[in-house]
């Protein structure tokens, strides 16, 4: 990454079609791979009961760190390219899918743009989103953790949430 600043970034995956794991690894790898991304932090994968639209089936879910030298709409573009490169369509809203990388924070950054929420606006009420993301920020150490540990405990539906394979 050299001089780059390297900006901390959160990702939520999840995937609910087909080879639930290897997409989710897949699209790992695609960042990795990613000349400015490194990925420094992963979750276990978890499976979880699909929320919203409920007749379809459970979801993998997981949330890596990644350090990149990208700026947040620059990264959204590579993650867009990267869901589309896995087959992700987009017909129905929280309707099944192959993958679904979301940005949940990206330093401390907050901006309201449409395009792109931060922090997500929805993780607050997504079990399935921070249990794995206090899982990893635990993992590293951070700060943070303790703070969206604090959420979790206040939401209902963490028992839809169960650990599936732990990662190395």
Same mark, same amino acid.
């Given at each position: ?6 900006? !901390? ?12 794991? !290897?997409?989710?690894? #897949?699209?790992?790898?695609? =960042? ?38 990208? #700026?947040?709409? #620059?990264? =959204? ?13 987009? #017909? =129905? ?24 929420? =931060? ?7 997504? *079990? ?16 943070? *953790? ?23």
């Amino acid at each position: 990454m050299g001089s780059q600043p390297s900006h !901390r970034v959160y990702i939520a995956l999840g995937s609910n079609m087909g080879d639930r794991e !290897r997409l989710l690894l #897949e699209a790992i790898r695609l =960042l990795a791979e990613h000349e400015t991304i490194e990925v420094s932090g992963c979750s276990g994968i978890y499976e979880t009961e699909p929320v919203g639209y409920v007749d379809q089936a459970a979801f993998l879910n997981m949330v890596i760190e990644i350090r990149t030298s990208l #700026e947040a709409k #620059e990264l =959204l573009g590579v993650m867009q390219h990267i869901e589309q490169s896995l087959g992700r369509t987009r #017909e =129905l809203r929280w309707g099944p899918r192959t993958i679904d990388l979301d940005m949940l924070l990206y330093d401390d950054l907050r901006q309201d743009d449409p395009t792109l929420i =931060l922090p997500h606006p929805r993780m607050l009420e997504r *079990a399935f989103v921070l249990v794995p993301l206090v899982e990893v920020m635990q993992a590293r150490r951070e700060q943070q *953790a303790a703070e969206w540990a604090a959420h979790l405990e206040k939401l209902e539906g963490k028992e839809g949430v169960a650990l599936w394979k732990k990662m190395q």
